[in-house]
């Protein structure tokens, strides 16, 4: 596909809008990327636009994305990393909301007295769930910090002082105090 295709628009505005990046769809049809960017100050006002539009497209696929990694951790049940008779699955026949959620495997080698492989034992660390589930709820403003302020006492009203028959005024807002 190139730049003068009929289609290019529709083709860059879907890869973009689904979270692609213009360099990656460029690099993969074999268009030098400062040609796309020329093209692209060269477009219509209506083609323009749906490109704008593609962009902010992607700016939602990234938020949702962020989203729904989010609440896999958060709400990952740490039981689906492991066969129903206790042993840790192999990586490859985890679902792939458990893969995401490991930050690291370690593998260690045991063996006996004579140096004789026994096995393997593994040790697998989650991301941290407590981080995600704070993020979710600072999306959801669930942790808005609500602060009261009373105030007692009395209002004096201040006597109207005139300086050549104009009176005096003050503005806090301003430096000096005085308007």
Known sequence: MTLTTPDFLS???SHV?????????CTS??????????WLSTIPPQDAKRYA????ARDEWFMQEILRNLHALATLDVRQAYNPNGTLRAIKDMSPSVAAAISSVKTKELFDEDGKLLG???EIRFWDKNAAL??????LAMYLERHSHHVTGAVQIMPMIT???EPLRYNLGTPGGRN
Request: with cysteine; aromatic share 10%.
């Open 134 to 139: 704070k993020l979710l709820g600072t999306h």
């Open 120 to 122: 393997y034992t593994n």
């Open 29 to 38: 049809n074999n268009i030098r990327y400062d040609l796309f960017s020329a």
């Open 53 to 56: 539009d593609a962009l902010v």
């Open 11 to 13: 083709a860059i505005c």
């Open 17 to 25: 809008s689904m979270g692609g990046s213009p360099i990656e769809y």
């Open 163 to 165: 300086i050549d028959g």
